[in-house]
């Protein structure tokens, strides 16, 4: 059996045990009520009691005109019980009782749906005197067994509230939980995320006077030196040197006539592909340079 940790631990399953089990969880303790029988004959003694109680100054007492009080109760009990000045506890029980057993006895009990008897009966009345000097006797109705019955049934509904209302804490404290730990999570993304590239996006300007590439420059803090060797003219950025273009000549009569400046005009309007914007010059028959 696994051990459980409990506010409050009631042994004995009575009436008395059941009573007091269920005023802890009213209260807000966690209870474990421990009893030697089976379950089908919890309540002990009391599922086969009359179900009869002395009560003092009930409201059925002034229906039926009784005059009682607990002060005219509690020499009643002190006189039957033959309690002396040295019985401290007991003559502190039967005062708290007579005093109390109107509100905290008869009216729990209405409360919880119990009803009385329309009658108050006599009581232990003594062999060798008077015992209670009025009626004190409250009958329940349907007997102890059915008092027995509803304080079970309140006892059931007590712990099943007691059991949602710890359930209800356990995951407010994991709904607590689980927001911390996101917090602390999302704090160490935050920390450990990956650390920032210097800017790249840099500004480029070129002196009027030299004609140089400038550097490109990060932000502040990241890189200061220049991300680009300047770099000295090259085959790479001036134009290649070639070879002057060819020569073409067509057959033109001897002497100069219109051909030739025809031919010379063509291959002026039209140059080479291989060498664009270069000019084209025409070699005429006598010898002569078109350009």
């Given amino acids: ?22 005023e802890c969880l009213r209260a807000g303790r966690s209870v474990a009520l421990v009893d030697r029988d089976t379950p089908e004959r919890f309540g002990g003694l009391a599922l086969w009691a009359f179900g009869g109680m002395a009560l003092v100054g009930t409201p059925l007492q002034a229906r039926m005109k009784i005059p009682d009080t607990p002060e005219r109760a509690l020499a009643d009990w002190l006189r039957f019980a033959e309690l002396g000045e040295g019985d401290v506890l007991p003559r502190q029980w039967a005062e708290h009782y007579v005093q109390h057993s109107r509100s905290e006895v008869h009216d729990w009990l209405l409360s919880a749906g119990v009803k009385f008897m329309p009658a108050v009966n006599w009581v232990e009345r003594g062999m060798n005197g008077d015992g209670n000097s009025v009626p004190r006797y409250h009958i329940v109705w349907g007997t102890s067994r059915e008092l027995t019955r509803r ?18 804490d356990l995951l407010a404290k ?57 770099s000295t003219p090259s085959a790479c950025t001036t134009a290649p040197e070639v070879s002057p273009p060819a020569t073409t000549s067509w057959r033109t009569p001897r002497s100069t006539r219109w051909h030739a400046t025809r031919a010379s005009a063509a291959s002026t309007r039209a140059p080479a592909r291989s060498t664009p914007n270069c000019p084209c010059t025409a070699r005429t028959a006598s010898g002569s340079v078109v350009e």
């Fill in 1 to 22: 059996m696994q051990s459980q940790p409990h506010d409050v631990v009631v042994v004995g399953g009575g009436l008395a045990g059941i009573v007091t089990a269920l």
């Fill in 151 to 168: 304080m079970i049934a309140a006892l059931r509904e007590a712990a099943r509230e007691e059991t949602l209302s710890r359930a209800a």
């Fill in 174 to 230: 994991a709904r607590l939980a689980h927001g911390n730990a996101a917090s602390r999570s999302k704090a160490l993304r935050k920390k450990s995320s990956e650390p920032k590239f210097p800017d790249f996006s840099a500004r480029c300007t070129v002196p009027p006077a030299t004609g140089e590439r400038a550097a490109h420059q990060g932000t502040p803090g990241s890189i200061a030196c220049p991300m680009r060797r300047q």
